[in-house]
C-alpha cells in the first residue's frame, strides 16, 4: 500500500512558524521528487515547493520564499516544509506530492493533507 501522511499543521498566531511532515511508505521514496501544495477555501490547489529526489535542488512560489523550506530524508523516508513568518494568507490545507516523471509517463502520490490556520 502506497502512503504520504501529512503531519505538523495546526493554529499558529502571525509571525509564528510551523514544520509539516510528510511520511512515505509502500514506494521508493528516494526515486522521487516532492512538492507541497496548498488549498484555501473556494480556491484552486496551488504548488508552494519542490525538491528534487535527492534533495538537491528546491523551488518556490514567489509568496513563500524566505520563509518557507522544503527539505527532504530519504533514510527516514519523510519529507518537511519548514514555515516561518507566517500570515494570515498562509491559511490552507497543505498536501504533499510525490512524483516521477519519465519518458511517456508520470507517476504521482498524494497526502491527505494537514490544516494550517494562521490567525490572531
Known amino acids: 500500500q502506497v502512503q504520504l501522511v501529512e503531519s505538523g499543521g495546526g493554529l499558529v498566531q502571525p509571525g509564528g512558524s510551523l514544520r509539516l511532515s510528510c511520511a512515505a511508505s509502500?514506494?521508493?521514496?528516494?526515486?522521487?521528487?516532492m512538492r507541497w501544495y496548498r488549498q484555501a477555501p473556494g480556491k484552486e490547489r496551488g504548488l508552494v515547493a519542490t525538491i528534487s529526489s535527492t534533495g538537491s535542488s528546491s523551488d518556490y512560489v514567489d509568496s513563500v520564499k524566505g520563509r518557507f523550506t522544503i527539505t527532504r530524508d530519504n533514510v527516514k523516508n519523510t519529507g518537511y516544509l519548514q514555515m516561518n513568518s507566517l500570515k494570515p494568507e498562509d491559511t490552507a490545507v497543505y498536501y504533499c506530492?510525490?512524483?516521477?516523471?519519465?519518458?511517456?509517463?508520470?507517476?504521482?502520490?498524494w497526502g491527505q493533507g494537514t490544516q494550517v490556520t494562521v490567525s490572531s
Open positions: 506530492n510525490a512524483r516521477l516523471l519519465g519518458l511517456g509517463y508520470e507517476k504521482t502520490y
Open positions: 509502500g514506494f521508493t521514496f528516494s526515486g522521487y521528487a
